[in-house]
């Protein structure tokens, strides 16, 4: 995963959080950021495109921030499924460990190294960071069906990666995925090389007071035909691997404070709106979307008010006042956390 960054800032305006104004006489400071938005911004320049994360960022900026308030930090995804299908074909064993591989490091290596920008930066005013991505086993699962469904091919090529014979069914190749992608998840060296740089990292931001807003991620209705289809996973199937103690993870609830379908056990800590969400973003496109990738930058935002308001708590401690002061949600609490985020709570 690739990481590039700029700043997003076009306004003037100067946050809550900076120091008061120098007098007229002297020169304006420049307003630094406050929220860094880890995300991806390819062909934001593009007329008539809006990338995911302009989007999450039309969400901070609906809930009082201005555009200088923001960091892009530029984090691509890892893994061509064209290139695995390729390499399949070709005879290649290993090509779907190493499909898996790079699915998994990739958003591990792309989040520490835009984190590292954010701590090496000595004078930086950031005190968060949202990133509506991730990635969990389930993810690469429904990627791969997803494909194996429309192309019986790449099906039949999944198969002699994962040791079936071309007889097996089904539900009997999902098993098999399921048990493959865990396995190297859990066990691949790369991938446990960069699970542990990334901890690292996420520790040291802890550290520094920053706290990291993650989406739960969308695989409620995955988790729903699994279930069905007694489909055996391993407990962290649904969570978002870059999900650890030091980040703060988000489900969606619906305007009515309800459960969606798309929720699933993925550790989710608190939650928020996060369907039929209206975006406009900085360059005026209105849309409306859903999933929890529009519920986590809500929490960010709640997260930063509390960053000024009380300068001197932590990361954890902040997020442990927006769970006691979260609305009660039915669900699981690994769909909805503690419940509800409660905007008129400070």
């Known amino acids: 995963m690739n990481v590039t960054s700029s700043s997003s800032a076009t306004s003037s305006t100067r946050p809550a959080s900076q120091p ?138 999944l198969k002699e990666q994962v040791g079936l014979p071309a007889e097996a069914s089904g539900q009997e190749l999902v098993q098999a995925l399921v048990d493959t992608i865990g396995d190297v998840n859990q066990n691949s060296p790369i991938v446990q090389q960069a699970r542990e740089r990334y901890l690292e990292v996420s520790q040291q931001l802890a550290n520094q007071g920053i706290s990291h807003v993650l989406a739960a991620g969308n695989e409620g209705e995955t988790e729903d035909a699994l279930i069905a289809s007694g489909i055996q996973t391993g407990p962290n199937f649904f969570r978002n691997i870059l999900a650890n103690d030091n980040t703060t993870v988000v489900g969606a609830v619906d305007a009515q404070g309800g459960n969606p379908t798309f929720n699933a056990d993925a550790g989710a800590e608190i939650s928020a709106l996060g369907v039929d969400v209206s975006i406009q973003t900085a360059d005026g496109a209105q849309e409306v979307q859903s999933g929890t990738s529009f519920a986590a930058p809500l929490v960010a935002a709640a997260d930063a008010r509390l960053a000024v308001l009380f300068p001197n708590l932590t990361a954890r401690q902040r997020e442990g006042m927006m769970a006691a002061s979260a609305i009660p949600v039915a669900g699981q609490p690994g769909e909805v956390g503690a419940g509800q985020l409660n905007m008129m709570a400070w």
């Open 20 to 157: 008061v104004s120098k007098p007229a006489a002297e020169p304006a400071s420049k307003v630094e950021p406050s929220v860094a938005v880890l995300d991806e911004f390819r062909g934001a320049d593009e007329p008539g495109r809006t990338t995911h994360g302009e989007l999450v960022e039309g969400v901070l900026l609906s809930q009082g921030l201005e555009q200088d308030d923001i960091k892009r930090l530029q984090v691509s995804p890892q893994g061509d499924v064209e290139q695995l299908w390729n390499e399949m074909a070709e005879g290649h064993e290993g090509a779907l460990d190493r499909y898996i591989e790079d699915r998994m490091h990739g958003v591990l290596d792309g989040t520490t190294s835009a984190l590292e920008e954010v701590l090496q930066d000595k004078d930086s005013s950031i005190t968060t960071v949202n990133q509506s991505q991730g990635m969990s086993e389930s993810l690469v699962l429904t990627q791969l069906t997803t494909v194996a469904r429309e192309v019986p091919e790449f099906k039949e090529l």
